[in-house]
């Protein structure tokens, strides 16, 4: 176990996130009076959306550990949640002595093989020797290609054993990154300077990829606009002329449809073409034409087939770009450039309100004011999402983190811990619903016990607001109320209880000021700080089942 945390040292961990239990204690006998901090989690899926967290905003591989049985199931939404997002990642969980797995000993699970289809590795370690080795092989894993998670199953007799180990020889293994092929990089930018109405998509493959440098030099070049998805959200600066916003079915807005739909060829950068993106294939695909850049082979064709694909990391592919760009003339496109900016003024959605109750939008428009560029936004699934997909404002990378596709409630509070972890000096702010509040909220002690401050928004209608509204189109509205008493549970309360604080708003003219409380409270006292807003019960979030049939449902 010296060996395993001589390991986590040397590849850069330096926080973990975990829960001892007796199968698990030689590795936390190991990393006592070591550099590695530990965090003590109220539940093992609070440690692996920590280390999730902490992982999306420094880029290296989070870790998170538990004993064995239980703790391994339980950090199983965690690490779907990572494997769908492309987040690296180790779990590390204890288990029962290999001479008794076959006895159905106390906490003895197969965690390996219910671990498999959400991980890119899932090992259980049967000789002590194989250990810094695999150690290492999780890490190149977990960082190469497509990034995503590991698990790594230690039996306590394994853990136990000595080995012959010097640390001063060794060194994390090399992780090579995929470079493309000169003739298709070179027969995408024949296909980019032909076309009329070019669109960038940038996908969260160029926050992970680190290309956001490199996709502003090439958009400004080729003079062609950028959308972003969901999780590409911050690759691009959304205050810069050729941003063109966020096309999809959910997190959209409006001009940003439009723009897309009048689009001839779009260029796909890390994107995987989910289905709240591209809602109804035929209206997506239309006639344009699809460059599909992807560093995992099977990506390309997964969805649909492009009319051309290739196989890159995103910063390899625009690096190469801008090489066979040197060559060339490109004439700017300021009449589509200008069409943009057209659709931008001419369909906007309203974000203003003044009326009561609060309108979700008009939250967004002070956080918009509230808050700067340098500040880190968590946030998980529900309206509240799709509302900070429309009306959030994101200007730099990994800023606006956000479990896209496997969406699991209560992922906030401990995303917002590991981000703060990694950006200690940062400012972070989370931004959740009242029901996914309460699936984690025993984090928050956490938070409070290791002095890790942050705001927390929450935008409360006292509803699972995103299934009510779905219901809708069964004419129902069926065991989503969560509303009793006169405000139902009383969160702020709930922010004492543990040893934080904070307030609630009604009126629309008190979320600045409350807002600006909550920032200096949270840097006064090194804790999470709660203004929970109560918006409007009912109120819906813009969505269709294709790009031109997205229903509004205010007016402009």
């Not at 560093?295 to 995103?314: A, N, R």
Request: proline share 5%; charged share 25%; glycine share 8%.
């Amino acid at each position: 176990m010296q060996a395993v945390v001589d390991v986590l040292e040397s590849e850069g961990v330096d926080t973990v996130f975990g829960c001892p239990g007796a199968a698990i204690l030689p590795l936390y006998n190991a990393l006592q009076g070591r550099a590695i901090e530990h965090l003590i989690v109220r539940h093992e899926e609070g440690a692996t959306h920590m280390a999730d967290g902490w992982a999306r905003t420094n880029g290296n591989v989070g870790v998170a550990i538990g004993t064995s049985g239980p703790a391994g199931t339980n950090m199983i939404t965690g690490l779907y949640t990572a494997h769908a997002d492309s987040i690296p990642m180790i779990c590390i969980t204890g288990q029962a002595a290999t001479t008794k797995l076959h006895q159905e000993a106390f906490q003895a699970v197969d965690i390996v093989e219910i671990a498999k289809p959400v991980t890119k590795w899932a090992v259980q370690v049967k000789e002590a020797a194989q250990l810094p080795w695999i150690f290492r092989e999780a890490f190149r894993i977990a960082r190469s290609g497509r990034p995503g998670p590991v698990l790594i199953d230690l039996p306590i007799d394994v853990q136990k054993q000595d080995i012959e180990w010097d640390s001063s020889i060794d060194s994390p293994l090399p992780v090579t990154r995929v470079t493309p092929a000169p003739a298709r990089v070179e027969r995408a930018l024949e296909m980019l300077l032909q076309a009329e109405r070019p669109l960038i998509l940038a996908g969260g493959g160029v926050v992970l990829g680190e290309a956001s440098e490199q996709l502003r030099a090439a958009a400004e070049r080729l003079d062609v606009p950028v959308q972003v998805t969901l999780m590409g959200k911050g690759s691009f600066p959304e205050d810069h002329e050729l941003f063109a916003g966020m096309a999809g079915i959910q997190t959209s807005q409006r001009w940003a449809n439009a723009a897309f739909l009048e689009a001839d060829l779009v260029l796909a950068l890390g994107a995987r073409f989910g289905d709240r993106h591209t809602g109804e294939l035929s209206v997506y695909r239309g006639d344009r034409k699809f460059i599909h850049v992807d560093i995992e082979p099977t990506q390309l064709g997964k969805v649909f087939g492009p009319d051309l694909g290739i196989v890159s990391d995103t910063r390899e592919f625009l690096d190469a770009l801008l090489a066979a760009l040197d060559a060339r003339e490109v004439a700017p496109r300021r009449d589509w450039v200008a069409r943009i900016a057209e659709l931008k003024q001419a369909l906007p959605r309203r974000d203003d309100f003044d009326s009561l109750p609060i309108k979700a939008p008009r939250v967004f428009k002070e956080i918009n004011e509230t808050f700067g560029e340098d500040t880190y936004f968590v946030t998980a699934i529900g309206l509240y999402q799709i509302w900070s997909g429309q009306f959030q404002q994101v200007h730099k990378p990994r800023h606006y983190q956000v479990c896209g596709q496997a969406g699991p409630l209560g992922w906030e509070i401990p995303a917002a811990i590991g981000v703060k972890k990694a950006r200690p000096e940062a400012e972070v702010v989370g931004v959740v619903g009242d029901y996914s509040f309460q699936f984690l909220v025993e984090e928050l002690a956490v938070a409070a016990q290791y002095d890790v401050g942050f705001v927390l928004i929450m935008l409360n209608n006292e509803y699972l607001g995103l299934i009510r509204q779905a219901e809708t189109g069964y004419d129902m509205n069926f065991e989503v109320d969560i509303h009793y008493d006169s405000n139902g549970t009383d969160n702020v309360k709930i922010m004492e209880a543990y040893g934080c604080s904070g307030t609630r708003v009604h009126e629309p003219g008190e979320i600045r000021t409350s807002l600006e409380w909550a920032r200096k409270e949270a840097e006064r006292t090194s804790r999470p700080v709660l203004v929970e807003i109560m918006i409007e019960r009912e109120g819906n979030a813009a969505m269709g089942a294709a790009l031109d049939a997205v229903k509004e449902f205010e007016p402009a």
